[in-house]
C-alpha cells in the first residue's frame, strides 16, 4: 500500500463472499499474524508482532463478522474484550441483516472462564460458549447464569469443529470468524472446516519457542489453499487465502 486504505475499502476487499440462493451457508475464516520465523506470538501475546495496518485489517474484519470463535487459552491470555459497535459499520451491518456487533464464541471444554469479566458482563450481544455434552453441569450453570448462552456442539468434554460450525449457523452466525489460538486454528484444520485465511506477514524475527498459527493434530495431505489477495505496507503483508 502506498497509502492508507479507507475503512470503506477494506470492507470491500474483505467482504464475505456470496454463498448461493436463499438461506446463506457458513463460511469461517481466520485471521492471524505471524512474524518472519513461524511465530504467532511474542511472550505470549500477538500485539508485539502487529502494527496499525494489521488493526485496521483486525478491525475491518471483526465489523463484517457475525461471530468471532475464539479457544478459551486465548481468552485467557489476550483479556479478551466484547466486540463493540463501530459507527463507520452501523449502515452496512443493518443493511446486511446483523446486530450492532458480532457475537463472541468461546470454544471450552471445561468451561475455565472468569464470569465477572466484560465479555460476559457487559456484550453487545451475548457471549456464546460452545463445549462438550458431558460439560460439568456447575460450570454450564455459572456460564447461564452470568449471562452467556451455552451451546453443545460435542459428545463427552470436547468440541467437534463441524458441529460447531453448523451451530453457530443455526444461531444465524453465518459470517464466522476466528482468531485462534493456535490449538483451536490447528483443530479446525484438522477438521476441514475452514474455508479462508487471513494472515499477516509481520516482517520481525523473533526466535524463541513460540508457537506457530496452528498446532494440534496434523492432516494426512496438506491443504492447498488459493491466493485472493496481497496488499502491503510498511513491510506488512496482508494476504488472503481461500479453498481451492
Known sequence: MNREWSLAELAAAYAYPETGSG??????????????????????????????????????????????????????????????????????????????????????????????????????????????????????????????????????????????VRALADLGHTRQLTEGGPRLLGQLVAADVLDELCLTVSPMLSAGDAQRIAGGPSVTVPRRFGLESLLEEDGFLFSRYRRS
Open 23 to 164: 438461506a446463506r451457508q457458513p463460511w469461517l475464516r481466520a485471521n492471524m499474524v505471524s512474524t518472519l520465523d513461524g511465530a504467532a506470538q511474542h511472550q505470549g501475546h500477538s500485539q508485539p508482532i502487529s502494527s496499525a495496518a494489521d488493526m485496521r485489517v483486525f478491525g475491518t474484519l471483526r465489523a463484517l463478522a457475525d461471530v468471532i470463535v475464539v479457544g478459551a487459552e486465548t481468552v485467557r491470555q489476550e483479556g479478551y474484550r466484547p466486540a463493540r459497535a463501530r459507527a463507520e459499520f452501523a449502515a452496512a451491518r443493518q443493511a446486511a441483516g446483523q446486530g450492532p456487533a458480532a457475537a463472541i464464541a468461546i470454544v471450552t471444554a471445561g468451561l475455565d472462564l472468569d464470569f465477572s469479566l466484560p465479555l460476559f458482563t457487559s456484550p453487545l450481544v451475548p457471549t456464546v460458549i460452545l463445549t462438550g455434552a458431558a460439560a460439568a453441569p456447575d460450570r454450564v450453570a455459572a456460564a447461564e447464569k452470568a449471562g452467556a448462552r451455552v451451546v453443545v456442539a460435542g459428545e463427552g468434554m470436547g468440541v467437534d469443529p463441524a458441529r460447531a
